[in-house]
């Protein structure tokens, strides 16, 4: 693909709830700062062709068409196109994909992500039929992720014990991530708040080992969808905390801007799968293979992975069944630690993989996303830069 990432940067993840540490903001200001950053760093993101943002909770706050109110909101260009896309949690890189097919061997840029404030508009909050319609046949009814992944445990055979360990790995390097302020390098500091606060230093084996299932009281509410009794294993240890945050990369169809600029990295492939809306959280991994397929490596040739931490059964699913060195695989944490703010992580998560790469100098590296009734995402890319 001729298209290359020139920047891509980030906000912190705050806590959703009233006192985080973003919650006070507007999305489309979480938005403005990212775009000023960019500025900050040498580029001029407001003079781009057009603005491309994922964000699933497109009502109040984040309604109105999100991506047109933080164009209006940060400046730029009014010829600009600029439109809000619902992909559920793999979102923020399929806006990201989307634009990078937009311009592709073309002499312009465009600004993709995503924004999801989730102290201002709750998960579920757009109330949609569907999530509650009995007229689609039992396997395609919407089951909450909570669930989906309890069920995908259950089905997978993976034990309570493996689903700890992964988290307890998430929190530790984390926590040990903040030592290496290379690791952040993209991250953007959002007034007084500078890190991922839904991190936990006190976890421990012993503390999650302690924690009782949570959520096998929400199951009543979807047995029909569940066709029959699950064993509950995820506790709220192994599930990303819901958060606010922001995700913004700029693509262009060049390997340096107008001002000569190298890009930091170049697009080699970007895949989407649908998937078994049963097998909710597997969809990903579908994508991950077909963009790996298309830029001709495989998972050995990854010096860095970022895979969407969406519950801890996918990434268990993802270390039994691939070979893949783990010591490459979300190295500065995961979601279950930092937080899922859901329409924004994808593009999170590819800020994450460039600072990653710089800091090890690696060469490829892959981000791969999954979300509810069986969507999924993926990208390569080539570190060009540094």
Known sequence: MQAWIHDAVRTPRGKARPDGGLAAHSPQELVGRL?????????????????????????GDQGGNIALVSKL?????????????NN???????????????????????????????SRVPFMADRATYYSDASFPTRSRYVPVVLAADRLADEQGIARTELDRLALLSQQRAVAAEAVPALAASRIAIDGLAIDECVRPQTTAES???????????????????????????????????????????????PADGAGRKARARILAY?????????????GLAAMQAALAEAGLTLGDMDRIEFMESFAVTMAIFLRDHAVDLGRVNVGGGHMAKGHPMGASGAILLSSLLDALDVCGGRFGLVACTGASGVGAAMVVERVGG
Do not use: N
């Open 35 to 59: 775009v000023a950053a960019l500025e900050t760093r040498g580029h001029e993101p407001r003079s781009v062709g057009g603005l491309v943002l994922g964000c699933v909770g497109q009502i």
């Open 73 to 85: 909101h940060a400046g730029i260009d009014e010829r600009a196109s600029a439109f809000t896309l």
């Open 88 to 118: 559920y949690c793999v979102s923020g890189l399929t806006a990201i994909g989307h634009a990078a097919l937009r311009v592709a061997g073309r002499p312009t840029a465009a600004l993709a992500g995503g924004v999801e404030m989730m």
């Open 208 to 254: 999650l080992a302690a924690m009782a299932p949570g959520f096998a009281a929400l199951a009543a509410q979807y047995a029909d969808a569940l066709e029959g009794p699950i064993d509950h294993r995820h506790t709220i240890a192994h599930a990303p905390p819901v958060c606010d945050g922001a995700g913004l990369a700029l693509v262009g169809g060049t």
């Open 271 to 283: 895949a989407e799968s649908g998937g078994d809306p049963r097998a909710s959280l597997l969809a």
